[in-house]
């Protein structure tokens, strides 16, 4: 099975800043990695496909990077509404993993 | 417009069993693999299981196997996951969800809870 590992567990930055999330996978999985946003009650909302890709209607904000065994989100300019839970995923021979999740917190 | 509606959730005690489903509407939903992925209260995503189109192919997850059954109904648009022999662990939302190594959208989740 692929592990996913994400860092840090938590982030608490102010409105305007920058926020960079990794995950690293426990293997080579080329550019086969995904972001996801969750925020409390709601379903997760993809935001990045296939380690780059912006997802539709995701902001220009959002940029996905890395490939093999290193991940890298980062959303700059920070919104409020951009408080939430964010998971990589990916899924390899029909199996999928996501990661332990980030939790963004906008001060 | 993509809808995935979930149902059949509810409350079971340890042993039971339940049959959640989802309906799909607004795509071509035989051209599509369907998953399902879970979340227990307070704690981060699990994927369960998914199915290739045409269920050629079906996976499930280590803490899943030999007790829950994945299939689709292309004709009627839905999937399902038969759930047998559940456990308190088995507690949590399930959603499902579409995609093949990425999962574009997701229903609003059906909850299961698992208890005496």
């Known amino acids: 099975e692929i592990v996913l590992t994400q860092s840090p567990a938590t982030l608490s930055l102010s409105p305007g800043e920058r926020a960079t999330l990794s995950c690293r996978a426990s293997?080579?999985?080329?550019?086969?990695l995904a972001w996801y946003q969750q925020k409390p009650g709601q379903a997760p909302r993809l935001l990045i496909s296939d380690a780059a890709n912006r997802a539709t209607d995701i902001p220009a904000r959002f940029t996905g990077s890395g490939s093999e065994t290193d991940f890298t989100l980062t959303i700059t300019t920070l919104a409020p509404e951009d408080s939430a839970v964010y998971y990589c995923?990916?899924?390899?021979?029909?199996?999928?993993?996501f990661g332990q999740g980030t939790r963004l917190e906008i001060k | 417009e993509v809808l995935l509606v979930e149902s059949g959730g509810g409350l079971v005690k340890p042993g039971g069993s339940l049959r959640l489903s989802c309906q799909a509407s607004?795509?071509?939903?035989?051209?599509?693999?369907m998953n399902w992925v879970r979340q227990a209260p307070g704690k981060g995503l699990e994927w369960v299981s998914s199915v290739t189109t045409d269920s050629s192919y079906i996976a499930y997850a280590d803490s899943v196997m030999g007790r829950f059954t994945i299939s689709r109904d292309d004709a009627n648009n839905s999937m399902y996951l038969e759930m047998n022999s559940l456990r308190d662990e088995d507690t949590a939302v399930y959603y499902c969800?579409?995609?093949?190594?990425?999962?574009?959208?997701w229903g609003r989740g059906t909850l299961v809870t698992v208890s005496s």
């Open positions: 293997q080579r999985i080329s550019s086969g």
């Open positions: 607004g795509f071509t939903f035989r051209k599509f693999d």
């Open positions: 995923h990916q899924r390899y021979n029909w199996r999928s993993t």
């Open positions: 969800a579409r995609g093949v190594k990425h999962f574009d959208y």
